[in-house]
């Protein structure tokens, strides 16, 4: 079965910083997806940003930016220019193909505080 | 607003008790995935539906039941509840095409059991 580890249980960053968020994932698998997902205290999970690993670039999204490291099963996100709306727990999570028959696996998040 | 709905948000409830959660997937997603929360928890599966087939069971109890309606609603049922069920249910959906490589899931903004 696959696993997603998320090994900072809590960060902060002063606002304007830039913070990286920590993932790691075991699988046999050699084509997949990877997600992170942000939910802030609303409690709402929202989708920041994806990537499929055949695809070499890592992802981005305007201040998001994934670092995939397919041979060290790593995907950090980094967060440039950090907004106090930033503040979140934010969950990596892994997709197996067929994607249809496949549910996501989450870690356990992160605690992001973004401090002005 | 995810596209998502579900209803009802908040719901307080005793032990041995039976609930009925409901999600109403975003239009034209046929798959809906339901996920649990418990209080500062990572996101586990529970169950997923294909028009109206079910498709994929995770870690969900045997006092725990789900079914998806021809109108591509679902409802998640708990029954003989206890106090370790109070937790966040997100209901999620995806169109299941395979659009970008990646089934990505748009999630509810949850149904809050809690037990007592």
């Known amino acids: 079965a696959q696993t997603v580890t998320q090994s900072q249980p809590e960060m902060s960053v002063q606002e304007a910083e830039t913070v990286t968020l920590s993932c790691t994932y075991d699988?046999?698998?050699?084509?997949?997806?990877l997600f992170w997902y942000k939910q802030p205290p609303s409690r709402q999970m929202i989708l920041v940003i994806r990537?499929?690993?055949?695809?070499?670039q890592n992802a981005t999204e305007n201040r998001f930016s994934v670092n995939f490291q397919k041979a060290a099963k790593s995907f950090s996100l980094k967060i440039s220019d950090s907004q106090l709306g930033d503040t979140a727990m934010y969950f990596c999570?892994?997709?197996?193909?067929?994607?249809?028959?496949?549910?996501?696996?989450f870690g356990k998040g992160t605690r992001l505080s973004v401090i002005a | 607003d995810s596209g998502v709905t579900q209803t009802p948000k908040h719901l307080i409830t005793a032990t041995g008790q039976r609930v009925t959660l409901r999600c109403s997937p975003r239009?034209?997603?046929?798959?809906v995935y339901w996920y649990q929360q418990s209080l500062d928890q990572g996101l586990q599966f529970l169950i997923q539906?294909?028009?109206?087939?079910?498709?994929a069971k995770g870690n969900i109890l045997e006092r725990f039941s789900a079914q998806q309606f021809p109108d591509l609603h679902s409802e998640l049922n708990l029954s003989s509840l206890e106090l370790g069920d109070s937790a966040l249910y997100f209901c999620?959906?995806?169109?299941?095409?395979?659009?970008?490589?990646?089934?990505?899931?748009?999630f509810g903004a949850g149904s809050r059991l809690t037990v007592l």
């Open positions: 999620a959906s995806s169109d299941d095409r395979g659009y970008s490589g990646a089934n990505v899931l748009t």
């Open positions: 699988t046999s698998e050699n084509n997949y997806y």
């Open positions: 990537q499929e690993a055949y695809k070499q």
């Open positions: 999570a892994f997709m197996k193909p067929p994607s249809g028959n496949t549910p996501l696996v």
């Open positions: 239009s034209g997603d046929l798959s």
């Open positions: 539906y294909y028009n109206g087939e079910e498709r």
